[in-house]
């Protein structure tokens, strides 16, 4: 084992060093005994000797800070990610022992070719003897890895917790140490099954070896206790972190919840807060967590506080699943004497909420506010550093002069993008389908394609363009250049009225904006001026959603609420905005 911290390879050897990480083995020794049974006639023997290549540097005697290089293992610390939640397993890579830095790389790359070789390994239904396990491990294709692919099935399997300990016993008496991932392992599975005794039982051997522990173990102990009534004991690991490095997100909301479920909703918003003042960026599933155990609590504090949550979602444009909203939703009902009715509906067209009739917000900014966020989008992102990586200056100004001669245009469309709706079609066929579907309206169209386009082949026709270009201007960039400073610009010189065509979400260039005013409105012209489209049922055509008149975010008057909301949970940002939306009214 070794000391972890986030920093870098260098920096984390020198904190190794500077932190005094050699620990009194005897203090380990009895609680390593104690935790996995082992016979006291047997302790001397199994941990006679420490200095595996996979476990911890030993602990002088004397408490001394040196230890001779030839005792020492090298530490070869790379891509510094935590446990992985998902595979339940430690991430290759994230740290190897060994005595040179080469045998590290291929112990790492033969881990990396065996994890979905074994998947499919059943572990035993009861403990094993020794001699048992040894049989396993002798039968096993590739003994080194035998323990973390036991363990691993054993964490998918949802093992009893005895048969995992008896393969740590087994392991503690051949090798008189445990390697560091695979107590990692042991840990995951009690945890999985909530078995607090045991999580606190490898705390204390965890403690005792190690200063510091890195993020994957911190992670699994606070999720451990904080489900725990030893809750609190979770807190006092938080603030261990902190005196190290920014905590995780995994351990701020592990703790934010353990706190909410016990209504302690102070201290829950305390961590909330904090976690937030550090730009640890929250889960819905939290956000969620302070609607449900606030239900019936009274309190304007409280109530200030979740309304904050709210104009975070408005703010960073964050749509609720349908469970959050319901949270939210049962929440304001179950305020004491709020009188708050929740109601779900649809927006009309024109923006008006058919339950209480209220005007939503228009998504049009004013003069002032869209002469600002152009002047901004072309000094910060199209004018910036990142358009003329993989567009020359030249070819640009030949795009500006192209649009100037030839504006307004009413909606520009990123043809690329609009060309793959459809994988069983043709490339020009998806495009040609919405060119003929946005021109109906005698709209005049912007076409930004490559001129790859304009070469015959397997996708793109030469007969099909030029019938396109019969309906709409074109412009054909270079293969590998970045269409979206022409499309923003593009449509931003044609005036307010025009929309825009791409699956885009457009992230990147909202980041190069300066400030957050500039990105707020950005994003209000986005959700203005996007037009949506999706294949048909039958894939035969390409539907177009308009742009809203109104403004699809969460927003209020005081006495209303609005909250557009989507059916499922999306991990990743979406370009569509949700078409449903919960109204809450107080009577």
């Known amino acids: 084992m070794a000391l972890f911290s986030q920093t870098s390879h260098q920096g984390f050897q020198a904190l190794l060093w500077k932190c005094h990480m050699f620990w009194p083995v005897s203090r380990y020794q009895q609680l390593f005994a104690a935790s996995f049974s082992i016979p006291t006639r047997e302790k001397n023997n199994y941990f ?20 001779s290089t030839k005792k020492r293992s090298v530490i070869d610390c790379r891509e510094g990610k935590g446990w992985d939640e998902e595979t339940k397993e430690m991430p290759e890579g994230k740290f190897h022992f060994s005595s040179s830095v080469g045998a590290a790389k291929k112990w790492s790359m033969s881990r990396v070719q065996s994890r979905h070789r074994f998947s499919n390994v059943q572990p035993p239904e009861k403990p094993l003897q020794a001699e048992e396990w040894n049989k396993l491990r002798e039968d096993f294709q590739l003994p080194e890895i035998f323990e973390e692919v036991m363990l691993n099935s054993m964490i998918r399997c949802n093992s009893p917790i005895d048969v995992a300990k008896s393969l740590l016993t087994h392991v503690a008496k051949r090798n008189g140490d445990v390697a560091y991932n695979v107590l990692v392992k042991y840990l995951t599975l009690c945890v999985q099954q909530g078995q607090v005794s045991e999580i606190r039982d490898v705390y204390d051997i965890m403690k005792v070896r190690f200063k510091i522990l890195e993020d994957g173990a911190y992670n699994l102990l606070i999720k451990g206790l904080s489900n725990s009534d030893q809750w609190r004991m979770a807190l006092t690991l938080l603030e261990e972190i902190k005196k190290i490095t920014i905590p995780s997100r995994t351990c701020y909301e592990s703790c934010i919840k353990a706190a909410s479920r016990h209504q302690e909703m102070k201290l829950a918003f305390e961590l909330y807060n904090e976690m937030m003042a550090k730009g640890v960026v929250p889960t819905l599933d939290v956000l969620q967590s302070f609607f449900h155990f606030s239900r019936g609590v009274n309190g304007a504090e409280l109530q200030k506080e979740l309304f904050g949550i709210l104009l975070y979602l408005r703010e960073n444009q964050i749509y609720p699943h349908k469970t959050f909203m319901r949270s939210i939703k049962l929440w304001f009902e179950s305020i004491p004497g709020g009188n708050w009715r929740g109601r779900l509906t649809k927006i009309k067209d024109s923006g008006q909420c058919p339950v209480c009739n209220h005007q939503l917000e228009d998504s049009n900014l004013t003069e002032e506010e869209y002469g600002n966020l152009s002047e901004s989008l ?37 043809g690329l993008n609009v060309s793959h709706i459809k994988s069983r079609k043709m490339q020009c066929e998806n495009l040609f389908d919405a060119v003929n579907c946005l021109a109906k309206e005698n709209a005049r169209l912007l076409v930004l394609g490559r001129k790859h386009m304009l070469m015959n082949s397997s996708n793109w ?8 270009q019969n309906k709409a201007d074109f412009f054909f960039a270079e293969n590998i250049s970045e269409d979206d400073a022409f499309l923003l610009y593009a449509t931003l010189r044609s005036g307010k009225h025009c929309k825009f065509v791409t699956r885009d979400f457009l992230r990147d260039h909202k980041a190069c904006l300066s400030d957050s005013v500039t990105r707020h409105l950005f994003r209000k012209w986005q959700r203005g001026h996007q037009i949506v489209f999706f294949p048909s049922a039958e894939g035969r055509s390409i539907n177009f959603l308009p742009a809203f008149r109104y403004d699809c975010v969460v927003q209020t008057t005081g006495d209303t609420w609005h909250i557009p909301y989507k059916d499922v949970f999306e991990e990743k940002y979406s370009y569509q905005v949700p078409r449903k939306w919960l109204c809450i009214q107080q009577k």
């Open 48 to 67: 006679s000797f420490m200095t595996s290549s996979s476990t911890a540097l030993p602990v002088d005697p004397k408490e001394t800070d040196v230890l």
């Open 378 to 414: 072309i000094r910060d992102v199209i004018h910036g550093t990142d358009t003329f990586r993989k567009t020359s200056p030249k070819e640009f100004e030949a795009f500006q002069t192209f649009v100037e001669s030839r504006l307004p245009f009413d909606i520009v469309i990123d």
């Open 461 to 468: 026709k030469r007969e099909i363009m030029k019938e396109m």
